[in-house]
């Protein structure tokens, strides 16, 4: 088959990687890819990974370079192309593509559909509702005692989403969203949900429309720096599975907040092929849903692929041809831990083309892996190209190997002014 993969970070590599090793894979492109992605090769044919300099949002480009190259398969990393319409872009024209339609999509793109989703299917979820108007928002804040989750409806690069812990901050978070705009036409709707206590964890579940089938859980660390302090970031490390869930709790989860979900795409005509990634946050009263996304998390991807052994392409496949209940994915029961290296000062501004080494020397560990997040090539040089620079992932018997391989991987790394967490994963081990 050939595959086209769309999108350039750790999330599409850590795809690429594992399609890339799928006996039925003969050609892969990514667009736009990564220095990483451009180095893995197609074990089949032995050929290069080919990155094609078409950004994940140019869909017109994406459909032309789609319709020359007729892949047999084109895969969706991002949520962005997914808000688009990209999937039924494709589809009009006859071409197969993994990943949610628009319409589908909209658990992701609109906070206020996938709110009201939960209610109306009985999916347990934070008490919330939707306002456009400061008024009524600010009053509902009240009667949560100001301790409340204040949400852009849309789209916002990851940022649409203000945790208030008073009234002040209530207000404040309101006014930004609705008054003065900051965040467009995402936030000209908000969500308010009440405030969760509780662990953080993210569920993952691939569906073809009828059927789902639950991932092993995993944990991201959202937080910029160590004890979950600082700028809420894409994602700074992530590990699988944790602890906090075992497998009965697992089948119980799925049960409480897949199984509902599914009966209401039934219910209302919602083709939903893909993943879909519900971020969950482990109450006192039971799991709850924070929030659903319409793609693999990132860095979640990387700890994920580095554990599956049913042959991702087949899985993936699965999903848009409806068959996904002949396919039961296999899981290894190794660990997987994800320390993510970023570019100093990541979230905020950052410089960019600083030459990266060590790479060399970490290709040779057993049983780790780089995904690249944001490099580039300059003549023969990998550099620094985003926020989110490299993944450096490694599985092992136990949580605490996993952890000390990884970690013992970072510290071969060097790029000037890298930034990470030394605390990834140490929740699970407490
Ligand atoms: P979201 O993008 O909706 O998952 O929100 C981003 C982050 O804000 C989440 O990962 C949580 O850490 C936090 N958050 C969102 N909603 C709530 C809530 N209702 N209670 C507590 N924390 C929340």
């Known amino acids: 088959m050939k595959l086209l993969v769309i999108g350039s970070g750790g999330?599409?590599?850590?795809?690429?990687?594992?399609?890339?090793?799928?006996?039925?894979?003969?050609?892969?492109?990514?667009?736009?890819?990564?220095?990483?992605?451009?180095?893995?090769?197609?074990?089949?044919?032995?050929?290069?990974?080919?990155?094609?300099?078409?950004?994940?949002?140019?869909?017109?480009?994406?459909?032309?370079?789609?319709?020359?190259?007729?892949?047999d398969l084109t895969v969706v990393g991002p949520d962005n192309p997914l808000a688009l319409g990209i999937v039924d872009l494709f589809q009009q024209h006859g071409l197969r593509i993994w990943g949610p339609n628009q319409r589908a999509a909209q658990f992701e793109s609109s906070k206020a559909f996938a709110q009201s989703f939960m209610a109306r299917y009985g999916i347990p979820t934070a008490?919330?509702?939707?306002?456009?108007?400061?008024?009524?928002?600010?009053?509902?804040a009240a009667v949560l005692g100001g301790r409340c989750a204040v949400k852009a409806d849309g789209l916002a690069l990851g940022k649409g989403v203000l945790v208030c812990r008073d009234m002040a901050q209530a207000d404040e978070a309101i006014e930004t969203m609705l008054v003065k705009q900051a965040f467009g036409a995402a936030g000209a709707k908000i969500v308010i949900q009440e405030l969760l206590e509780g662990t953080e964890i993210s569920l993952h579940a691939f569906a073809d429309g009828q059927t789902a089938r639950l991932c092993p859980t995993s944990q991201d660390h959202k937080r910029a720096w160590d004890g979950d302090r600082g700028p809420n970031t894409g994602g700074m490390g992530t590990y699988s599975p944790t602890p906090f869930l075992n497998d009965a709790e697992l089948v119980a989860a799925g049960r409480k907040i897949i199984n509902p979900w599914l009966r209401g795409c039934a219910a209302e005509g919602i083709d939903y092929r893909g993943i879909i990634y519900p971020g969950v946050m482990l109450t006192r009263e039971g799991p709850k849903v924070l929030e659903f996304n319409a793609r693999f998390g990132d860095p979640e991807t990387q700890v994920y692929v580095t554990r599956l052994e049913t042959d991702l392409l087949e899985l993936l496949d699965a999903c848009v041809s409806g068959s996904l209940a002949r396919l039961e994915p296999r899981w290894s029961p190794l660990v997987s831990v994800c320390v993510v290296m970023a570019s100093g000062g990541?979230?905020?501004?950052?410089?960019?083309?600083?030459?990266?080494?060590?790479?060399?020397?970490?290709?040779?560990?057993?049983?780790?892996?780089?995904?690249?997040?944001?490099?580039?090539?300059?003549?023969?040089?990998?550099?620094?190209?985003?926020?989110?620079?490299?993944?450096?992932?490694?599985?092992?018997?136990?949580?605490?190997?996993?952890?000390?391989?990884?970690?013992?991987?970072?510290?071969?790394?060097?790029?000037?002014?890298?930034?990470?967490?030394r605390d990834i994963a140490l929740k699970g081990l407490r």
């Open 11 to 71: 999330r599409e590599h850590a795809l690429v990687w594992k399609l890339a090793q799928s006996p039925h894979a003969r050609r892969v492109w990514c667009a736009p890819g990564n220095a990483g992605i451009g180095a893995e090769r197609v074990a089949s044919t032995g050929a290069p990974v080919e990155c094609v300099a078409i950004g994940a949002e140019d869909l017109p480009r994406l459909l032309a370079f789609a319709q020359e190259q007729k892949p």
């Open 127 to 140: 008490r919330a509702e939707t306002f456009t108007e400061f008024g009524p928002a600010s009053r509902f």
């Open 346 to 421: 990541y979230p905020g501004s950052y410089p960019k083309g600083r030459p990266i080494t060590g790479l060399a020397e970490v290709a040779r560990l057993p049983r780790t892996k780089v995904f690249h997040a944001g490099t580039a090539l300059a003549g023969d040089q990998i550099v620094t190209q985003g926020g989110r620079v490299l993944g450096v992932t490694a599985w092992a018997a136990d949580l605490a190997q996993a952890r000390a391989a990884a970690y013992a991987a970072v510290e071969q790394i060097k790029f000037d002014g890298a930034q990470y967490r």
